[in-house]
């Protein structure tokens, strides 16, 4: 479905829903992160792309003026109500809820007044699936806000938004970078993100002969489970042993002449971010220049030491990129590696654009052989960031 047929579709779910038409309409994308993985919150470099897969609401008034927002998902049975006359709050831990709830607040929070209106919610990003369907919602739920209210909010300050709404409602400690690629993602480009600075660049990433392939295990993974968190306070930690702010001013030499200072497993994280803010500028550069082979190379090397070092891998991701490996740049694929938060989720390949089928084939038939389990694996090209279907 493009994304125009899917605003289609959404607003005929909210007519089902409500007996009337939606007045606004608004998307958000998914991402898939080709290289820069938990670099964001040690302040490093990230290069993630928007992907062709949305979140979509669709909204109109509530009956009457009332004062509460009503939300509805295709993706989850129960309805959740906010009422607006009283001081929002979060929802149980783990209600779906929760991301819209706290985009609401952000906004209430900068004293744009909002009204109450009635949503149907949709989604083609995999939920839970390392592909940032949570950014997704934030960031679609800020865009039909903007779209309501006539208030614009600039890119960075609605990324930041979003990502309060992530820590204060959903519980989750993330960085910036999914919350930046859903508002700021540009077609047939990558996003280079100084996760210090916040600047950004666009890499363009064009070349016909080459694609990107997400290869989703199925295994869903849970970045509330506070691994992730413990994840950055144990580089918080690594960082304070080498009297440093953050990782990003870390190097190898450092690090290693603080090694007895520290516990094994603070500098192998360590270890694990200097070298991938490394990678994902090397990779940027690699992928200006068409260097295939390289930026493949550096995607493996940024697998093991998440698997090694930062330990947030899990078999079935292993499986997939041993069975990418194996088949090698003769058979199409110049490299592979998890993407996103880990413990399941997806990984990302960088592969022939004429060897895609064949390669789809394979890796599903090797994946169910040696896990059990049906992967789902699609193509997509860098698409572009939030926007407003319907105002
Ligand atoms: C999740 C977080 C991001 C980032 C990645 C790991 O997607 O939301 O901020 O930390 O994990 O790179």
């Known amino acids: 479905m493009t994304l125009s047929e899917l605003g289609h579709f959404t607003a005929d779910q909210f007519a089902k829903a409500y007996g009337h038409?939606?007045?606004?309409?608004?998307?958000?994308?998914?991402?898939?992160?080709?290289?820069?993985?938990?670099?964001?919150?040690?302040?490093?470099?990230?290069?993630?792309?928007?992907?062709?897969?949305?979140?979509?609401?669709?909204?109109?008034?509530?009956?009457?003026?009332?004062?509460?927002?009503?939300?509805?998902?295709l993706e989850n049975d129960e309805a959740k109500m906010i009422d607006l006359s009283k001081p929002l709050q979060p929802f149980a831990r783990g209600t779906w809820a929760n991301y819209p709830a706290g985009v609401l607040a952000g906004f209430l929070a900068r004293?744009?007044?909002?009204?109450?209106?009635?949503?149907?919610?949709?989604?083609?990003?995999?939920?839970?699936?390392?592909?940032?369907?949570?950014?997704?919602?934030?960031?679609?739920?800020?865009?039909?806000?903007?779209a309501m209210t006539g208030r614009t909010l600039e890119p960075v300050e609605k990324a930041l938004l979003c990502q309060q709404a992530e820590h204060q409602y959903a519980g989750v400690p993330c960085g910036i970078m999914d919350q930046f690629i859903s508002v700021m993602g540009r077609q047939d480009h990558l996003l280079l993100l100084d996760c210090r600075s916040r600047q950004t660049e666009l890499v363009p990433m064009s070349d016909p002969s080459v694609a990107l392939l997400v290869i989703n295990t199925n295994v869903k993974h849970e970045l509330g489970s506070g691994e992730y968190a413990k994840r950055r306070a144990q580089c918080e930690a690594a960082a304070k042993v080498l009297g440093i702010s953050s990782l990003r001013d870390a190097t190898a030499v450092a690090l290693q002449q603080a090694k007895n200072r520290m516990e094994d497993v603070m500098f192998r994280r360590a270890r694990h971010v200097i070298g991938e803010i490394e990678r994902t500028t090397q990779a940027a550069q690699a992928i200006r220049n068409s260097h295939w082979p390289e930026v493949g190379q550096l995607m493996y090397a940024s697998h093991y030491s998440l698997r090694d070092n930062y330990e947030v891998s899990c078999t079935e991701l292993d499986a997939v990129v041993e069975i990418a490996r194996g088949i090698g740049p003769q058979g199409g694929v110049y490299g592979c590696r998890m993407t996103g938060g880990g413990f399941g989720g997806c990984t990302v390949a960088l592969v022939k654009t004429d060897a895609v089928d064949a390669l789809t084939r394979k890796i599903s038939e090797d994946y169910q052989r040696k896990t059990g389990i049906e992967a789902s694996l699609f193509v997509s090209r860098p698409a572009a960031g939030a926007t407003i279907l319907r105002a």
């Open 111 to 146: 004293g744009i007044p909002l009204n109450g209106f009635d949503a149907m919610i949709h989604s083609t990003v995999p939920l839970g699936g390392g592909l940032s369907s949570s950014a997704a919602l934030e960031v679609a739920t800020a865009t039909l806000l903007e």
């Open 21 to 73: 038409g939606p007045r606004w309409i608004a998307a958000a994308p998914g991402r898939v992160n080709v290289i820069g993985e938990h670099t964001d919150y040690n302040e490093g470099f990230v290069l993630p792309m928007a992907i062709e897969r949305y979140t979509v609401i669709a909204a109109a008034p509530a009956a009457a003026g009332a004062p509460r927002v009503q939300l509805r998902s």
